[in-house]
């Protein structure tokens, strides 16, 4: 190699294009919005249950322990916080890249590129999700209402898409074939 040409470290830099078109397969993406909203939902009971059970023995362990056990409070939020990075990078790191309420409402969430998720991609998301809709209310969902592939401003943020999965997309497919 010339002094002159510039070194080369190995790295390679390929720009993908997008997956899903919502032009050429918008059974993809019909319904998504609101089955998205309801799948949240299905995954904060999810979520809030093991805590409230926890909270419920810190109060019984405060009230048998003369108060000393009320302490444990104080680790009540950050395991909260563990619990729900665990969950979703585990349950959108599965095989069906979607958490437990996604999975009845028959949508996965993919990368932007059509790979499918995993841990840390779900975590992230999870993490990303719920510093921006605390920072920016949730008003950050209305952004999926103004693109076409409806995706939210994490979305955007952490390189991912949300879709119908295979069997509810082929199942809109042939609704909307003409007989």
């Known amino acids: 190699m010339a002094a002159s040409e510039p070194k080369r470290i190995g790295v390679s830099f390929e720009v993908k294009p997008h997956a899903y078109d919502p032009v050429t397969n918008p059974e993809l993406f019909e319904g998504v919005v609101a ?3 309801v799948a949240f939902l299905i995954d904060f009971l999810i979520l809030s249950i093991p805590v409230v059970f926890v909270s419920m ?4 362990i405060g009230i048998v322990t003369f108060g000393l056990g009320f302490f ?4 009540l939020w950050p395991g909260m916080v563990v619990w729900a990075i665990v969950y979703y990078g585990m349950t959108l790191g ?3 890249s979607a958490t437990i309420g996604m999975r009845i409402m028959d949508i996965e969430m993919r990368t932007w590129y059509g790979a499918p998720a995993y841990f840390v991609l779900g975590a992230v998301h999870a993490v990303v999700f719920w510093i921006t809709i605390s920072a920016i209310t949730p008003l950050i969902l209305v952004v999926c209402l103004f693109n076409e592939r409806r995706r939210c401003l994490h979305d955007f943020l952490v390189g991912t898409i949300v879709i119908n999965n295979v069997e509810r997309a082929a199942a809109l497919r042939t609704l909307r074939r003409p007989a």
């Open 35 to 37: 089955r998205r909203i």
């Open 57 to 60: 023995f810190i109060f019984v």
């Open 72 to 75: 444990l409070y104080g680790l």
């Open 94 to 96: 599965s095989a069906s």
